[in-house]
C-alpha cells in the first residue's frame, strides 16, 4: 500500500523539513498550509527534485470545512490516506496571564486544540485500513511556560491528551497515535512573541546549549510514523536538548 501522509502546516519550519524527510522514506506528501501558497507549492517541488510527489492543499485546521476538503483532496489525487502529522500550531505574544487579552486565548486554542482535534478526528474516520498519527505537542506542556504564555503551553497539554486517549481508543484498528515534544527550534515561529531577540534568550536554558533544527524534529517524526516504530503507541518523544 503507498504511504499518503497529510502534513498540517507543511510550508515552512518544522512542517516542511518533515514534508521533505518523508518524502526521502517514499511517502507522498500533502503540504497543508494556511496562508502561505507559494511556500507551499516551493516545499512541492523540493519533494519533485527528490523525486517524490506532493501536493499542496489550503486548509486553515481550525475550520472543520477546510479540515474535510484537505482529507478529501488528498484520497483524491494521492490516494487512501495512511498518515497524518498534525503540526500546525500557532504560539502568542509573551506575558503573564494577567495580560492575555480573551481573543488570543480563543485563537490559540482554536488552531492548537480544536484544528488538532479535527484533523485527528478526520483521520480516525479515514484510514479504515490503518495508519499512523503524530501529534507535534512542545515541551511547554509539560513546563507551564509561566511568564510566556501559559495558554500555549496547556494547548499542548491537550494535545498530549489526545495523543493518550486516541491510542488507545484506535489500537486495536491498526492506527498508531504518537507525538513529538520539541523544545526550542529555529523557525518562523519566535517572531510571533513580540521579542526579536527570542533565539539568543532562550539558549541559555538549553542543557545542549543551541536550538533545534526543523530537520532534527523531522526524524523524530518520520521514525514514528514508520513500521521501525511498530510498537509505539501513546507515546510523546521529547526532542529538545536535555529542556
Ligand atoms: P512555523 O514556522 O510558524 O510554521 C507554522 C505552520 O503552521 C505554517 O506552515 C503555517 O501555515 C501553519 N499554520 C498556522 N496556523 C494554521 C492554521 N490555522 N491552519 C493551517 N495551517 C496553519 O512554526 P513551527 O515552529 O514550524 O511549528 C510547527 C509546530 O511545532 C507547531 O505546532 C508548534 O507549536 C510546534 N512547536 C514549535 C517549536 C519551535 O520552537 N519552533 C517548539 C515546540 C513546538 P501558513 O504559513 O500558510 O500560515
Redesign the pocket.
Known amino acids: 500500500m503507498e504511504k499518503v501522509t497529510i502534513v ?10 518533515t514534508c521533505l524527510r518523508l518524502a526521502r522514506d517514499g511517502h507522498r506528501v500533502v503540504v ?6 507559494g ?2 507549492h516551493g516545499v512541492v517541488d523540493a519533494v519533485a527534485a527528490l523525486g517524490g510527489r506532493a501536493i499542496a492543499v ?6 472543520e470545512d ?1 479540515v474535510v476538503e484537505l482529507f478529501d483532496a488528498a484520497a483524491e489525487r494521492l490516494g487512501p490516506v495512511t498518515g497524518l502529522v498534525n ?5 502568542s505574544t509573551l506575558g503573564r496571564l494577567a495580560d492575555v487579552k480573551a481573543d488570543e486565548l480563543r485563537r490559540v486554542m ?3 486544540v480544536i ?1 488538532a482535534f479535527l484533523c485527528a478526528r478526520q483521520a480516525a474516520r479515514v484510514m479504515t485500513r490503518g495508519g499512523a498519527i503524530v501529534n ?5 506542556a509539560t513546563l507551564g511556560s509561566p511568564g510566556n504564555y501559559i495558554h ?1 503551553a496547556a494547548s ?1 497539554a491537550a494535545v498530549d491528551a489526545l495523543t493518550l486517549g486516541l491510542a488507545k481508543e484506535l489500537a486495536a484498528d491498526g492506527i498508531r497515535v504518537n507525538g513529538v ?12 512573541t513580540g521579542d526579536p531577540d527570542r533565539a539568543a534568550n532562550v539558549v541559555s536554558r538549553i542543557p545542549v546549549g543551541r ?2 533544527t ?1 530537520d532534527e ?1 523531522a526524524d523524530a517524526i518520520a521514525w514514528l510514523l514508520s513500521p521501525a516504530a511498530s510498537y509505539a503507541t501513546g507515546a510523546t518523544l521529547r526532542v529538545a536538548g536535555g529542556l
Open positions: 498540517t502546516g507543511g510550508s515552512r519550519g518544522i512542517g516542511a523539513a497543508g498550509y494556511r496562508s502561505a501558497a511556500a507551499a489550503r486548509a486553515d485546521t481550525a475550520v477546510d503540526n500546525a500550531g500557532i504560539a482554536d488552531v492548537n484544528g507535534v505537542s512542545s515541551t511547554a500555549y499542548k515534544a520539541p523544545g526550542f527550534v529555529d523557525t518562523e515561529i519566535h517572531e510571533q536550538l533545534g526543523p524534529i
